[in-house]
Nanobody, 117 residues
Framework: QVQLVESGGGLVQPGGSLRLSCTAS????????MSWVRQLPGKGLEWVSV????????GYRNSVKGRFAISRDNAQNTLYLQMNVLKSEDTAVYYC??????????WGQGTQVTVSS
């Protein structure tokens, strides 16, 4: 049974940082590309970042480039998203997702990130 469990969300002031984690189980984590997708309040889903199976290739939406960093630890079956210089427009529910380029098959339950003073 595939499970993706996110953690690390919370309330942070503008300019602050958070690190999201996603612990995977029930599949061979190191064989899959993984992504972070977010849902902004009252809006649709928005792709944030992707990392390939061995962690050597990454991608980011333009609005987070230079501020967010995706990484993974295949020995620990864990995906990360380091978020720096957070802005109010980053407020969203962040989902850990198995897959890439819109081809997603499993989602975590999501973790809320709120950026507010």
């Amino acid at each position: 049974q595939v499970q993706l469990v996110e953690s690390g969300g919370g309330l942070v002031q503008p300019g602050g940082s958070l690190r999201l984690s996603c612990t995977a189980s029930g599949f061979t984590f190191m064989r899959y590309s993984m992504s972070w997708v977010r849902q902004l309040p009252g809006k649709g889903l928005e792709w944030v970042s992707v990392i390939n199976s061995d962690g050597r290739n990454t991608g980011y939406r333009n609005s987070v480039k230079g501020r967010f960093a995706i990484s993974r630890d295949n020995a620990q079956n864990t995906l990360y998203l380091q978020m720096n210089v957070l802005k109010s427009e980053d407020t969203a529910v962040y989902y850990c997702v198995r897959g890439a380029e819109g081809e997603y098959d499993y989602w975590g339950q999501g973790t809320q990130v709120t950026v507010s003073s």
